[in-house]
């Protein structure tokens, strides 16, 4: 995540009781912890010692809750730019089949690589969407016939996302 992202994070989860309970150093620590890659980094970015820090990711159950928060807001954001960018990757693909060019390998493999990313984000979205549901008592897609199929098709040991393989025709 870049730094330009992190703060408007932080201030969209400003109507959310939890960030006020946190003093100043908390939230540069969150930012921190949102853009750095690792905890040390994020210390010294925040300007908090690494100990105070990890103690606050440990103990406080409300740092963790907003950091938690602000992580799956920042991971849902990233989902909608993934799935977004599908159709430009289902565009380039298409032009890349009707170019009567050589399709060029890294072309193409940044194009799979796109198509990828997109569906397993939105499958990691579904599946986080289905354990919230459960988590909150809720039976998830309870009337949708495609999420019971998918369902079907895990518990008989295949991957609903894997294509099949050609239909064997009839002798």
Excluded at 15 to 28: D, F, H, I, K, V
Excluded at 95 to 115: C, D, W
Excluded at 132 to 147: K, R, S, V, Y
Aim: negative net charge.
């Amino acid at each position: 995540m870049d730094g330009k992202n992190s703060p408007e994070l932080l201030k969209s989860a400003q109507t959310c009781s939890e960030l006020a309970a946190l003093t100043p150093s908390q939230q540069r620590a969150i930012t921190a912890l949102l853009e750095s890659r690792s905890v040390a980094a994020a210390a010294r970015q925040a300007n908090v010692g690494q100990s105070t820090l990890r103690r606050w990711l440990r103990e406080d159950e409300n740092f963790q809750t907003v950091l938690r928060h602000l992580r799956e807001e920042a991971l849902g954001h990233a989902s909608l730019r993934l799935q977004q960018s599908a159709s430009i990757a289902v565009d380039t693909l298409y032009n890349l089949l009707a170019s009567k060019n050589p399709i060029e390998p890294g072309r193409a493999s940044l194009v799979r690589a796109a198509l990828d990313f997109a569906f397993r984000s939105g499958a990691y979205c579904d599946l986080a969407d289905r354990i919230a549901a459960l988590e909150n008592g809720a039976a998830p897609g309870e009337n949708d016939e495609a999420d019971q199929g998918a369902h079907v098709e895990f518990s008989k040991g295949k991957d609903p996302w894997e294509q099949d393989p050609a239909p064997k025709e009839a002798a």
